[in-house]
């Protein structure tokens, strides 16, 4: 039997994702009703300017009090899709504190807050859901945290930003470079007119602190994540993993030490084989890898940006705390119970492609195969290419520590045979 009373929903934002959020439940409200169990009812959605076109967004929902909406007294849910720490953290808290369930998109206030967020719902007894925070309409939370739930997962790979991954995919498709495939994005509207979030890996560190807390059960924050961003990767990097057979990619890469004592959580650039999944990830499409002991290789791919994908994720989210308020339940919370440390970058092995400016001159190469071998990083393969008195020396290192390369880099850039250490990158997805 249908519950005859509507749950009251506030919508906090109104732009690309709100506005899609605003008009799916307008215009599907009954098969939402059938499907909760009980009418939704959008009360009211907060913006920060008023009097800007929204077309299909009922004007008279629109207010510019965010506080005074949440604090309404009888708001069942809210929907946050502002983004930023404040004021959205305050009027999540505020609606828990109010008795409301709140559904977010926003990773980088969860990637700071997310355990305080979390202890607030519990002590409320609310939902705190937020699928759409990471990589857009792809079913990847509820798995790990609900579907997954009896495994053990060891490692999470993915592409979870789609405007670096388009940046880099016309770069190796096209042969632009970079400032060229950025300035394609940004007419396109994959890429913000402020890039940085983005190109710098901001973005992405957010979404695989969200990740790693998941997947392995402890509490990991924006600020554990190793980041680096793609502004350095040049058409040469691209060239040269072509002729490894590899594709660039800018990569989120959580992992499980083999012993369990410790987690690594990390976003840079990457060779990876053009036979691994990931590598035929295109444009701005996002897709994450997971690697679990019982369910074995896992992968979930699709759009993970943009209004109406977003907008799917918040609204199966509001379909779920829905169907929980009509239940007087909540879903699974905040999972974390094993307190594992994150491993510093400088520990974290992984293969490495080193590009050498060097003289082309007897015994260089005998030279720079010295310094991998004193700090103990064993040599895969190398590759030389003279042009008039310099020469190009590409290395590629089997497994390594960060700080064992970092310190046969230093060595090299002193030898005088070596004239420019032009690149380096890790080759990962073996």
Same mark, same amino acid.
């Given at each position: ?15 690309? *994702? ?45 207010? /510019? ?12 849910? *809210? =929907? ?8 959205? +953290? ?5 609606? @828990? ?31 705190? $859901? $937020? ?27 993915? =592409? ?5 991954? @388009? ?18 994005? /940004? ?11 983005? *190109? ?15 997947? @392995?059960?402890? +509490?990991? /924050?924006?600020?554990? *994540? $190793? ?57 701005? $499409? ?13 992968? @979930? ?36 119970? /094993?307190?594992?440390?994150? +491993?510093?970058?400088?520990?974290? #092995? ?17 030279? #720079? ?51 420019? #250490? ?9």
């Amino acid at each position: 039997m249908m519950r005859t009373r509507p749950l009251k929903v506030a919508l906090l934002g109104c732009g690309v *994702v709100g506005s899609e959020v605003a008009r799916i439940m307008t215009t599907t409200a009954d098969d939402l009703a059938a499907r909760i169990g009980a009418p939704v009812e959008l009360a009211g959605i907060a913006v920060r300017r008023a009097g800007r076109p929204r077309p299909g967004v009922p004007e008279h929902l629109l207010t /510019t009090d965010a506080e005074a909406l949440v604090g309404r007294g009888d708001i069942d849910v *809210v =929907i946050e899709v502002v983004g930023g720490i404040e004021p959205s +953290k305050s009027l999540i808290l505020k609606a @828990f504190a109010g008795g409301a369930s709140v559904v977010s998109a926003n990773k980088a206030l969860l990637a700071k807050d997310g355990a305080e967020l979390h202890t607030a719902a519990a002590t409320a007894r609310v939902d705190l $859901y $937020y699928e759409a925070a990471v990589a857009g309409a792809i079913p990847l939370l509820r798995p790990l945290r609900e579907s997954l739930a009896g495994d053990k997962v060891n490692r999470v790979l993915g =592409i979870v930003n789609g405007t670096t991954n @388009f940046i880099l995919d016309k770069m190796d498709t096209t042969g632009a470079g970079y400032s060229e495939a950025l300035e394609e994005a /940004t007419a396109l509207g994959y890429a913000e007119a402020d890039p940085t979030a983005d *190109v710098e890996g901001f973005d992405a560190a957010a979404k695989a602190a969200i990740l790693a807390g998941i997947a @392995f059960h402890t +509490k990991v /924050t924006a600020a554990d *994540v $190793y980041r680096e961003g793609i502004t350095e990767v040049t058409a040469a990097d691209i060239a040269s993993a072509k002729q490894m057979g590899c594709v660039v990619k800018l990569l989120a890469i959580c992992e499980r030490s083999a012993d369990g004592s410790s987690v690594t959580a990390r976003v840079h650039p990457a060779m990876i084989p053009l036979s691994h999944p990931l590598a035929s990830v295109r444009e701005a $499409y996002n897709a994450v890898f997971v690697e679990a002991e019982a369910a074995g290789r896992l992968m @979930f791919y699709g759009p993970g940006a943009g209004g109406s994908p977003t907008a799917s994720a918040v609204l199966g989210d509001l379909v779920a705390v829905c169907r929980n308020k009509v239940n007087g339940t909540t879903g699974p919370g905040d999972s974390v119970y /094993t307190q594992l440390p994150a +491993k510093p970058m400088d520990e974290v #092995v992984t293969r490495y492609h080193v590009s050498l400016d060097v003289d082309d001159r007897a015994g260089v190469l005998a030279q #720079v195969a010295s310094v991998f071998a004193e700090h103990g990083v064993s040599i895969d393969t190398v590759r030389q290419q003279g042009r008039d008195g310099d020469a190009a020396l590409v290395v590629v290192t089997h497994r390594a520590t960060d700080a064992a390369l970092s310190a046969t880099v230093d060595k090299l850039r002193a030898l005088d045979s070596v004239r420019d #250490v032009a690149s380096i990158m890790r080759v990962e997805g073996e």
